[in-house]
């Protein structure tokens, strides 16, 4: 079975013969070149799946090759071996968009973990969620059926949600149903769970309430002013679930730093006039048409029904 197909450029390539034998016993072909030029002919001429470039070359140089190869293949994985260990010569690389950059002597073993790491990922990765999730399954049945409060919920949650986005990334469909109806099974258990907690809650039950909408400000919030000296900036994302915001973290992550994550309960119903109204006043829904009936719009009017969140905040 072939794993992949290699283009190794290098103007000792005679010397490196034990590590191209020990790749083709590894599943792989190998096709070498011992100079940049005759490379990129071979990469418009051929598909391969990585190249393995030599820095130090008499004529066209690693670089100006790595360069050219791109230009022709943009997105072809490419390796560069050098002996040099010089800042500027792995800068320049790394802002070629290189795939990954050893240092010489390498052993084969490297090689091989180099390989394993830019073309199978994805499978290894894939197998590996694959396999924790089936270690898993039982435990997250046990903790649903257990009559977890809602800190257990939250990890239950978490859990599901997690392997939801790492199977997502798999072609394994079979796990995939599998999980689907592992948080049909937890949904309807959530759903009891609410049924039995939620009036107690609102009752002012506060021994194992959540944090809701309502007290969210009041819990979270309004705290942060005693302990930060800087501005504080409150953004409220409208029916933002926690896979969402799992999926966008990374981007937020490239200016921001997490320093917490938490998970509240919306009050019922979760759309936006209950819910956000909730949140800006501190109140329930009930308490603020009864505390200020100028800022409450019903069901039924036309009117926006969360024209007063200002105002609410500031009461």
Known sequence: MENGVILWVDDEIDLLKPHIIFLKTKGYQVDTINNGAEAIERVQQKVFDIVFLDEQMPGLSGIETLERIKNVAPNLPVVMITKSEEERIMEDAIGSNISDYLIKPV????????????????????EKNTFDYQQEFRTIG???????????????YKKLTGFDIKLGRTDDSSMQDVLSMQKEEANHAFYKYIERNYVQWLQGNTENRPVMSHTLLKDHVFPLFDEEDSPLFFVVVDNLRYDQWKRLQPVFEELFRVKTEEIYSSILPTTTMYSRNAMFAGLLPSEIKKKYPNYWVD?????????????????
């Open 107 to 126: 052993n084969p073993n490297q090689i091989l973990l180099c390989l394993k790491k830019n073309l199978e990922t994805k499978k290894l990765v894939s």
């Open 299 to 315: 069901e039924d009017e036309e009117e926006s029904k969360n024209l007063y969140e200002a105002e609410l905040l500031t009461e």
């Open 142 to 156: 046990m903790e649903i059926s257990g009559n977890p409060g809602f800190a257990r919920w939250v990890e239950i």
